[in-house]
């Protein structure tokens, strides 16, 4: 049973350039969370998501974030313009339905910005 | 919204002594709390988790001690090994309509001895 599936592991861009950010949940799961870890740092809750829906985007920076779970296909972190302070490791994470944790996290994507 | 504190930030013991890091947090809903580690440059595992109709839980060399008066939760890792060096992070959570997203503390360094 594959685990929660993130990719890219490294991704490198300039300032001004779009970051996309992929995540396959695990297998049966249908609730995905993406955190994002600054170096030194826990974990921040960024946005909370189900299939074609956006539940919680409390953490999300109101500009240049956005995210969404089709109902086909990974889920996708998009960072638009991107400047230094996006560098980071971008976490998800999956559980299987409503009402019932824990959270399983993926390998992360580390975004260096140049 | 929650806040999570963690203590210590860095905890070094001797190898085969017991280490205990505590939490507290500030939201008495809060009702879900997991505890991870996550060693450099991988992904958070999660270690054990503990929901709020239950006091302590044990799994082999780990437990963990929940307080819902005091707000505070504890991890409890005894007869340490080297492997169990790394970074542990707290977290809590709870259920508006279902799952959402972790308040994570900032986490504690554990260095075993040898």
């Known amino acids: 049973n594959a685990g929660v599936m993130q990719n890219p592991r490294h991704l490198v861009r300039r300032r001004g350039q779009e970051a996309r950010l992929r995540c396959s949940p695990m297998k049966g799961h249908s609730h995905v969370y993406w955190y994002r870890q600054l170096p030194e740092e826990g974990l921040k809750f960024m946005v909370y998501?189900?299939?074609?829906?956006?539940?919680?985007e409390s953490g999300m920076p109101k500009e240049r974030f956005s995210a969404e779970f089709p109902k086909e296909g990974p889920s996708i972190l998009r960072i638009q313009q991107v400047v230094r302070g996006d560098s980071a490791a971008y976490f998800c994470?999956?559980?299987?339905?409503?009402?019932?944790?824990?959270?399983?996290f993926g390998d992360g994507t580390r975004l260096s910005i140049l | 919204g929650e806040n999570v504190e963690q203590h210590p930030s860095t905890l070094s013991v001797q190898e085969g002594d017991s280490a205990v890091i505590k939490c507290t947090y500030s939201d008495s809903a809060s009702n879900y709390f997991p505890w991870y580690k996550q060693e450099l440059g991988k992904r958070p595992q999660l270690i054990i988790d503990?929901?709020?109709?239950?006091g302590e839980k044990k799994d082999q060399r780990i437990a963990v001690t929940l307080n819902k008066t005091a707000k505070h939760f504890s991890l409890h890792i005894t007869e340490t090994q080297p492997e169990d060096s790394a970074v542990y992070f707290c977290?809590?959570?709870?259920?508006?309509?279902?799952?959402?997203?972790?308040?994570f503390g900032k986490g504690t360094h554990l260095i075993i001895q040898p």
């Open positions: 994470a999956s559980s299987p339905y409503e009402g019932l944790q824990p959270q399983h």
């Open positions: 977290a809590a959570s709870k259920r508006v309509g279902g799952a959402d997203g972790l308040t």
């Open positions: 998501l189900q299939k074609e829906n956006i539940i919680d």
């Open positions: 503990i929901r709020s109709n239950v």
